[in-house]
């Protein structure tokens, strides 16, 4: 509150400011009484389901060994806090505090830590840590499914922490005027978190009128009793799916106060606190010294500081939003959520430092909330159409240009809860689902205010835009979003197979969800690349979508020859080299461990022991118990079989209509013959039904003839739906291609190469035992040459021309000779003899061209019938 005061504190060697004094009268210049009040809220989701066996890493596990959601109150040891919240000034985006270069790094304003006390690490530049009060309850977990706020405010002393939004203007002596305010209660309440007009009574809560009547809904956090969600553990019981965490110590959190607190002592005045709570409202007396406290202090007159203490600061200086202006400095606060790289060792600075998982912005709007008299007396203060119609929360899901649409199975790139789009003053003028306005202010009618609007925001609830905005039901609006999230797929588990490498985020944990994106149409996979982008692209509100299909993931499919710089090709390749070992008994050959302990330290890289040391004291016996052969499928029931279901008329490459998506037996048979066509119909150009079927990556070209060379990813699972030619098609054949909104395939990468992470774990390339049918029988040998014409009139038939009948006819009869008939078919004497083998191809047997050395160690069993 900035005035120009009589009764200043004058400046050094000058008289203080006496209206009756001609030369020496109040001037135009702005004299401050009242500390500058910040207020900032932060809202944490957890987006998780209940996880069935929670770690205890970073969860908190209750008495009855429940999911309680993320503990951000953990230490790995006491003075080790686990999570932790950087704020900024310095937003250039290009700088973060995880770059490895300090010139890197933007300069730290302040943090935040969620436990209690005051021993925790130092922050990077000497930024002052905030942190939970002694007297305050403590940080509760982030449950799944739901929400915490974090702010401060004013403690009423009924366990409410209030910020102001202005006041009412009364006329002197009427009384305490109601509050335009926010309130945080960190107690297990059923509102724990509110936005108060005043409206209905002096306590009561604002609805958001910005929406039709119909779908209007109270801005606070909504009761469990109300709405439908996942069920959280039922110890402790929770009344609101939104928690609090008050963070008031050494002073209450803003982003707009000095980091450090205002000064206590200014010229000749001193502050002189009104409350016990550390840093909350007092003024300036004069001769108050608070370092050095007298019995007079508080009969002081109040006196106004000749400069205000915010007088320095550019943005805090303007009554109203900074935003991205054109060509400008990026304005605002960043702010980044930070975890320990290793969330059960202590904090070290090289060794285990902390990590950030996500960012956000915060925008900084100013505005007179106390005003002394009428409206009229301050002009036309407050009265800015940028704090009109501009006050809000930035929330997750204003960005992008074109307008998603609601409840259908079009995925729409907007309903993204994970992007770090930050908005501005142009891409947010409205929300771009249903024409609404974002950054506007709700208006109120009752009563002269300060500040006749307040700031929508949905603190403590799902954000606006993830709405469905035809719901009627107020609980059910705030919490049900109108389509699923895209899973961001994060295995905190063993992998079940190779493929599931595909799902593995190939970026740093502070550039992953900046550069996330969902499956973006056109271009082929095989050449198409995924390629990093700059922060300031990714960031930039007005920038086209990705246009990389989930970007926050490495193509491993890509291998285009002369393609981008610096980009990886070929990585299909690690999946031939990897594996998950079965869980069938006797495919290892277990170790003692005893024998390769490290009781004798290992100094050299060719100790025997270095690769078995326990766990990994096992030799693979190299067993695949269980896997079906992809080459040896011979009938459409086996293949139907892998995927629990029957296949439907093979017209697209990806049926979806399967109990696991999968191509259709038609597909998958054509791709493995290779050839295109009828398969029951011989190619001239091939000497083979079966030209490509599933093998290592590197076979590609070891084939009798040019045209059955193959590109190397479609000799793997990573095959393109029609690999009939050296270069791979555009589409995969195992990728789905799902639209049902729980498991669309162009939101969700899991659902989307689905059958590619299965599969691995189903099938095999490779057959280990065999059963052997051996018929010997006896026949007479004629000359070929009298069967040629027949030959050639048939082969003529099918197309062929006179010249590749002759090499066919060469390639069938090499020697010139063919079968005739068995002997002794005219006296009735035919000799057959006839043996049934199992041969297991995994026991050792020496191989040397006409030599047995120990080849019949593999026959398993044999059976001569005849």
């Known amino acids: 509150n900035t005035t120009d005061e009589a009764d200043e504190d004058p400046e050094p060697d000058q008289d203080a400011a006496d209206s009756s004094d001609p030369d020496n009268e109040p001037g135009g210049q702005l004299d401050q009484l009242y500390r500058p009040r910040g207020a900032f809220f932060l809202e944490l989701f957890n987006p998780w389901p209940v996880a069935p066996a929670p770690s205890a890493d970073v969860h908190d596990r209750t008495a009855a060994s429940e999911d309680g959601g993320i503990e951000l109150a953990k230490e790995s040891v006491p003075g080790s806090p686990v999570w932790r919240i950087l704020v900024t000034r310095e937003t250039d985006v290009t700088k973060h505090p995880d770059a490895p270069a300090p010139t890197d790094r933007p300069e730290i304003d302040r943090g935040v830590y969620f436990t209690k006390g005051g021993t925790f690490p130092a922050l990077p530049d000497m930024a002052p840590a905030f942190y939970v009060g002694g007297t305050v309850p403590p940080v509760p977990p982030v449950r799944p499914g739901r929400y915490l706020v974090v702010g401060s405010g004013t403690d009423d002393g009924a366990g409410n922490y209030i910020a102001h939004l202005g006041q009412a203007i009364v006329e002197p002596g009427i009384g305490a005027p109601p509050f335009h305010r926010i309130e945080l209660n960190p107690n297990n309440v059923a509102e724990p978190v509110k936005l108060v007009d005043a409206e209905g009574g002096a306590n009561s809560v604002a609805r958001y009128d910005l929406d039709p009547a119909a779908t209007q809904f109270p801005v606070s956090a909504p009761a469990e009793a109300t709405v439908s969600l996942p069920p959280a553990p039922a110890t402790p019981a929770r009344l609101s799916v939104a928690d609090v965490a008050i963070i008031n110590e050494p002073r209450r959190l803003t982003i707009s106060e000095p980091a450090g607190g205002y000064p206590s002592v200014v010229g000749n005045v001193g502050f002189y606190p009104t409350s016990s709570e550390p840093g909350e409202e007092g003024e300036y007396r004069f001769g108050v010294d608070p370092a050095n406290p007298k019995p007079d202090d508080a009969t002081q007159p109040a006196k106004a500081i000749d400069t205000p203490l915010d007088d320095g600061d550019d943005e805090l200086r303007q009554l109203d939003t900074v935003f991205n202006e054109a060509g400008g400095a990026p304005a605002g606060r960043r702010i980044f959520l930070q975890r320990l790289a290793n969330p059960l060792l202590p904090y070290d600075a090289d060794f285990n430092p902390y990590r950030t998982i996500d960012e956000t912005r915060a925008y900084v709007t100013v505005f007179s909330g106390r005003l002394a008299g009428t409206e009229e007396d301050n002009g036309d203060r407050n009265s800015s159409p940028k704090i009109r119609g501009t006050f809000s929360s930035i929330e997750r899901g204003y960005k992008g240009m074109n307008p998603p649409s609601d409840g259908d199975a079009t995925p729409d790139q907007d309903f993204d809860l994970w992007s770090q789009r930050y908005p501005d003053k142009e891409a947010d003028v409205k929300d771009m689902r249903a024409g609404v306005p974002l950054r506007a202010g709700l208006r109120r009618t009752v009563g002269d205010y300060s500040l006749k609007l307040i700031p929508t925001n949905t603190l403590g609830f799902l954000n606006r835009t ?401």
Request: hydrophobic share 35%; charged share 20%; aromatic share 10%.
């Open 466 to 866: 993830f709405m469905n905005k035809t719901e009627g039901d107020v609980g059910k609006i705030r919490v049900q979003p109108t389509e699923p999230f895209p899973w961001m797929t994060w295995n905190n588990r063993p992998f079940v197979s190779s493929g599931e490498l595909e799902l593995v985020p190939r970026l740093p944990s502070h550039l992953l969800l900046s550069n996330f994106a969902m499956y973006a149409a056109g271009g082929s996979p095989y050449d198409t690349p995924t390629e990093d982008k700059l922060p300031d692209e990714m960031l930039d509100p007005k920038a086209e979508e990705a246009e990389d299909s989930f970007a926050h993931l490495e193509n491993l499919r890509y291998q285009k020859v002369g393609g981008a710089d610096r980009v990886p090709r070929n990585l299909y390749r690690l999946l031939d080299y990897v594996e998950t070992p079965s869980l069938f008994v006797g495919t290892q050959k277990w170790l003692n461990p005893a024998n390769y302990k490290a009781t004798t330290p290992i100094s050299t890289a060719d100790d025997p022991r270095l690769v078995f040391q326990p766990p990994f004291n096992a030799v693979s016996e190299f067993r695949q118990p269980g896997r079906i052969n992809l080459n040896t499928i011979f009938s459409q029931n086996v293949w139907e079989d892998l995927f629990h279901g029957t296949s439907a008329t093979p017209t697209t490459p990806n049926v979806t209509g399967l109990t696991h998506p999968g191509p259709p037996w038609a597909d998958f048979a054509r791709s493995r013959r290779g050839l295109g066509g009828n398969p029951l119909t011989l190619d001239a150009t091939s000497p083979t039904m079966f030209a490509n079927p599933f093998r290592s990556a590197d076979t590609g070209d070891l084939v009798p003839l040019p045209t059955m060379v193959r590109a190397g990813v479609d000799c793997t699972l990573q095959r393109s739906i029609d690999p009939t030619t050296a270069a791979p098609g555009a589409t995969p054949l195992f990728e789905a291609t799902t639209t049902k909104l729980h498991n669309h395939a162009e939101r969700n990468p899991f659902f989307r190469k689905q059958p590619t992470t299965r599969l691995p774990n189903l099938v095999t390339t490779r057959s280990n035992v065999y059963a052997v049918w051996v018929t010997i029988g006896f026949f007479e040998v004629e000359d070929a040459g009298q069967n040629q014409a027949a030959f050639q009139a048939a082969h003529s038939a099918l197309g062929m021309s006179g010249p590749q009948i002759t090499a066919m006819f060469k390639r069938v009869y090499p020697d010139g000779y063919m079968l005739g008939n068995e002997d002794g078919i005219d006296t009735g004497e035919i000799r057959r003899m006839r043996g049934f083998y199992i041969i297991d191809r995994t026991i050792p047997a020496g191989f040397e061209p006409g030599v047995d050395h120990n080849a019949e160690n593999v026959i398993r069993l044999r059976r001569r019938i005849e």
